[in-house]
């Protein structure tokens, strides 16, 4: 091998190692651009409430149903209020005999969503109230919207289950056979804005 192939091959060496710097260096540089890029979102939570009622009759087989909520992508579920309400058909309390036998029925409700479980008995009106922190509004920097879209949808309580039975007890007469009654649930919930700052 003669000078001139020693001098080549080492021109080519400088010139791969030069290639490489090159390489590196710009791959660092597009890292820096990249981060230079990111943009500060606001996310702030519009609060909202809805409410389904159903009517129907409880008797001594007693009555159950299951209420799907569903809402949008990134709507946060915080807090769902259970209402049942009737009267008596026949109440005899205080006519005839000293006693109540007013009919007293016994409410269970369930979210799991919500880790929620309760019961509770009464006359006339029972309420029951699950209630979880709100969502607080905050600031991030991201490189984009879709990150902040995909953060909400993580934190989301947007699809709740809420399941109730009903059961009664009668007055000891042949003729009761129950009582008609009202269930509310209001549901709280928030919905996400999120501005550019």
């Known amino acids: ?59 001594k087989d007693g009555w159950q149903n299951n209420y799907e909520i569903v809402l949008g992508d990134n709507a946060y579920i915080y807090q769902v209020e259970i209402k049942v309400e009737w009267s008596d058909d026949l109440n005899f309390h205080g006519i005839i005999l000293p006693w109540n036998w007013s009919d007293k029925i016994d409410v269970s409700a369930s979210i799991d969503e919500l880790q929620f479980s309760q019961s509770a008995s009464g006359y006339e009106k029972i309420e029951l109230d699950v209630t ?13 919207k879709e990150e902040i879209n995909e953060m909400l949808k993580d934190m989301a309580i947007n699809h709740i289950n809420c399941s109730i039975d009903l059961s009664i007890a009668t007055k000891p007469i042949f003729f009761d056979r129950g009582n008609d009654f009202t269930v509310y649930i209001i549901y709280h919930y928030c919905i996400p804005e999120i501005e550019s700052m």
């Open 132 to 144: 979880k922190e709100k969502p607080k509004d905050f600031i991030a920097e991201t490189q984009s």
């Open 1 to 59: 091998m003669d000078r001139q192939d020693k001098m080549v091959i080492m021109a080519g060496i400088v010139i791969l190692i030069i290639s490489l710097a090159g390489i590196v260096y710009h791959e660092k540089t597009y890292v820096a651009s990249e981060e230079v890029k990111k943009v500060s979102y606001r996310v702030s939570w519009r609060e909202y409430s809805d409410e389904i009622v159903d009517n129907g009759y409880v008797g």
